[in-house]
């Protein structure tokens, strides 16, 4: 080594060149330490939510999935309660500079699919409880709370989709080392009831908990089931008007309403109305009569089609029920080249109890054109709902044309939704609005599939 060194002096470019070795050898070295270095401090980083200050940590963890299979054997007569636990928890750790940290969180139950029923047809059997970090939790919108043959919590028998357990939940850290956690406690009971539970032997149900510092955005799907009983169904309306509403028969209307095929929205047949440059209106009334009670409050709603532009500018439609005034609803813009709907909420107060025609509007204002009528519709709001019925846009936004009496479910989910429904009449053409597709099994699921927007589907023959 001492004889290279010597050489290395008397030789200075031989130096220069061996101290250039030496150098890159080094930066090689200080290149690939610093890289190894950060890449595992961004592994370490990357599963922590920071928001206040940059060494806050604020972190989840959540336990198995829930689960029950309910078989003879596990579910035997006259036996014990099928259990399954599980807990979710957020763990927070304040900064070491103020060792303060107070932060929020969401918790989110998820039901995807679910083809459990009542045996019986009414009796809770499946009881979700929860104990949050306060204690436990009583009110979860959409689900009915209670205690079930000696069980208190949720029934989720036939509930499907997205629930809000809490939203923007407070929690707070004093400590940069002892960790402030909140724990949410979840049981499953599957209850042993005595009456014959054979129906479900086989049914599935998907259970997700969700814990993240992000509010959980979702599809909103509402089914209209068609004379056809939907599980767990959020109510039940009934069209007056039956099946006249959607123009598919030849009667039921006058001789102003000529049945068409060439624009329809619902069946086959549409009601086409012609409006002459000679008359300010043309309208077109039931042969029938339906039951007025003027205590109750009612939705009527007819929905209105036509192709050209100039009549859209100036043409309204409305809609009168009795054909007397105060009208029911009128001067409703029809659009061109798309279905307008043509509705109102209303009392009938001012009229005494009886049985009256119902009568469309075509205001065509002496300008001569075209329009078309489907899918008419008159529902006593009172009787359905009581005091507490829902206004126009929440109707004419979650309500598509129906006969007859419907159930009707509206959930909230992630991805996909399901719906268990009592098919008796074997019903199997499904409509959705916003190009959403949905199909039913021969079990009575429907499936909806998700495509990242809000639906509505009828289910009808």
Same mark, same amino acid.
């Given at each position: 080594m001492s004889k290279l060194m010597d050489r290395l002096k008397q030789n200075k470019k031989l130096l220069a060149i /061996?101290? !250039?070795?030496? +150098?890159?050898?080094?930066?090689? @070295?200080?290149?690939?330490? %610093?890289? %190894?270095?950060?890449?595992?401090?961004?592994?370490?980083? /990357?599963? =922590?939510? +920071?928001?206040s200050d940059t060494t806050d940590n604020l972190s989840f963890a959540i336990g198995d999935p829930l689960s029950i299979d309910a078989t003879p054997t596990t579910l035997p007569e006259n036996g014990t309660n099928l259990v399954d636990t599980t807990t979710a928890s957020a763990t927070l750790i304040a900064n070491s500079t103020n060792n303060t940290a107070e932060e929020t969180y969401y918790v989110y139950l998820n039901i995807p699919n679910n083809s459990? +029923? %009542? $045996?019986? /047809? #009414?009796?809770?059997?499946? @009881? !979700?409880? @929860?104990?949050?970090? *306060? /204690?436990?939790?009583? *009110?979860i919108e959409g689900l009915t709370y209670g205690t079930f043959n000696g069980i208190s919590g949720f029934d989720i028998t036939v509930a499907s989709g997205l629930y809000s357990i809490a939203s923007e939940y407070l929690i707070s850290s004093n400590s940069s080392?002892? #960790?402030? +956690?909140?724990?949410?406690?979840?049981? !499953?009971? %599957?209850?042993?009831?005595? =009456?014959?539970? $054979?129906? *479900?032997?086989?049914?599935?149900?998907?259970?997700? !908990?969700?814990?993240? $510092?992000k509010q959980q955005t979702s599809n909103e799907y509402t089914l209209i089931a068609e004379n056809t009983e939907i599980y767990g169904n959020d109510y039940t309306l009934t069209n007056l008007l039956d099946s006249v509403g959607d123009f598919e028969a030849s009667g039921g209307w006058d001789g102003n309403c000529n049945m068409d095929t060439s624009i329809k929205k619902y069946g086959n047949y549409s009601c086409r109305a012609v409006g002459t440059s000679g008359s300010l209106e043309t309208t077109i009334s039931t042969t029938a009569t339906y039951s007025l009670d003027n205590s109750h409050v009612y939705y009527a709603r007819v929905e209105a089609f036509t192709e050209d532009t100039a009549l859209a500018s100036s043409a309204t439609g409305g809609i009168y029920w009795p054909i007397q005034e105060p009208h029911f609803v009128e001067a409703v813009p029809i659009s061109a080249n798309d279905w307008s709907i043509i509705s109102l909420v209303n009392n009938r107060s001012s009229f005494t109890n009886g049985t009256y025609q119902l009568r469309l509007d075509f205001n065509n204002n002496s300008v001569a054109g075209t329009i078309y009528f489907d899918g008419a519709m008159l529902i006593d709001l009172t009787q359905s709902y009581g005091a507490n019925y829902p206004d126009k846009a929440y109707l004419d936004s979650h309500l598509m044309y129906f006969s007859g009496t419907a159930d009707v479910k509206? =959930? *909230? #989910? =992630?991805?996909?939704?399901?719906f268990k429904v009592n098919n008796i009449n074997n019903y199997n053409q499904i409509t959705c609005t916003n190009g959403v597709t949905a199909s039913i099994d021969d079990s009575g699921n429907v499936l909806f599939n998700g495509s990242g927007q809000d639906a509505v589907c009828r289910l009808s023959a």
């Open positions: /061996g101290i !250039l070795i030496i +150098v890159i050898f080094l930066l090689l @070295i200080f290149r690939i330490t %610093y890289a %190894y270095i950060a890449a595992r401090i961004t592994e370490a980083t /990357g599963n =922590i939510s +920071v928001n459990f +029923v %009542y $045996s019986d /047809g #009414s009796t809770p059997e499946i @009881i !979700l409880t @929860i104990t949050g970090p *306060n /204690g436990e939790i009583t *009110n080392i002892d #960790s402030t +956690v909140q724990e949410w406690n979840f049981t !499953l009971t %599957y209850l042993n009831l005595g =009456i014959d539970q $054979s129906v *479900n032997f086989g049914n599935k149900m998907n259970i997700e !908990l969700l814990i993240n $510092s509206t =959930i *909230n #989910s =992630i991805t996909d939704g399901t």
